[in-house]
């Protein structure tokens, strides 16, 4: 299996400019999460999906941001426009079914700069 | 909200040695779950262990194990006979509310000297 695949691994963009950062979840998985990472907060979760439905989208810091799931094998997220306080390592990660104590498996994260 | 805390920012130890990483935590939940990740400088966050609250065992997986005291609330991991590839940052998360919602720390930096 390939594992959680995220794409780009890195981004640079102007403040400004308009950022998508995608993720494919593993084959399979039914719940998708999107979390962010920053020194100040450290691991925070931004929104999960369940069977593609958003779940959960208190952690969304702003109205900039929005995440989308049109299908099983693929969600975006994505910054407009994006601020230098943006920046961050942002990590998808999915699991077979929204059930308690399961385990999340992690992609190798996006690290954003936005200049 | 549930809180999760790491209070040793960095730890180090010798290869082969044992050491002990310390969390705590805040909630008026009875059942919860409780969880160890690490991330190596490859970033990608892993599963080490994970702990169920209603089960008094503590949880052990090969050369990792927990200490979880549900009365004062309390979860360290100890990883023994160290190893230079478990050198990464550990997080201590807990399940919050819905089901996999996840809290977690701030991480401790694990450093193992050869």
């Known amino acids: 299996d390939a594992g959680v695949i995220q794409s780009p691994r890195h981004e640079v963009t102007e403040m400004g400019q308009e950022v998508t950062l995608r993720c494919k979840p593993i084959?399979?998985?039914?719940?998708l999460f999107w979390y962010r990472q920053t020194m100040m907060r450290g691991l925070e979760l931004l929104i999960y999906f369940n069977n593609n439905v958003p779940i959960d989208d208190s952690g969304m810091p702003e109205d900039r941001f929005s995440a989308k799931m049109p299908n099983a094998s693929f969600s975006t997220l994505k910054i407009q426009p994006s601020e230098p306080r943006d920046s961050a390592v942002y990590f998808c990660?999915?699991?077979?079914?929204?059930?308690?104590?399961?385990?999340?498996?992690f992609g190798p994260g996006t690290r954003l700069t936005v200049l | 909200a549930q809180t999760v805390t790491q209070s040793q920012p960095e730890m180090s130890v010798q290869e082969a040695e044992t050491v002990t990483l310390s969390c705590t935590y805040d909630t008026s939940e009875s059942d919860y779950y409780l969880f160890w990740y690490k991330q190596p400088p490859s970033r990608q966050m892993i599963l080490v262990i994970r702990q169920e609250a209603y089960k008094q065992q503590n949880a052990t997986e090969n050369r990792f194990s927990v200490n979880f005291q549900k009365a004062a609330k309390s979860f360290s991991l100890k990883i023994s006979d160290s190893q230079l590839g478990d050198a990464a940052m550990y997080f201590c998360?807990?399940?919050?509310?819905?089901?996999?919602?996840?809290?977690f720390g701030q991480g401790t930096r694990l450093t193992i000297n050869p």
């Open positions: 998360a807990y399940e919050d509310q819905g089901a996999q919602k996840l809290v």
């Open positions: 084959s399979g998985h039914n719940s």
């Open positions: 990660a999915s699991s077979p079914r929204l059930v308690r104590g399961n385990e999340q498996f």
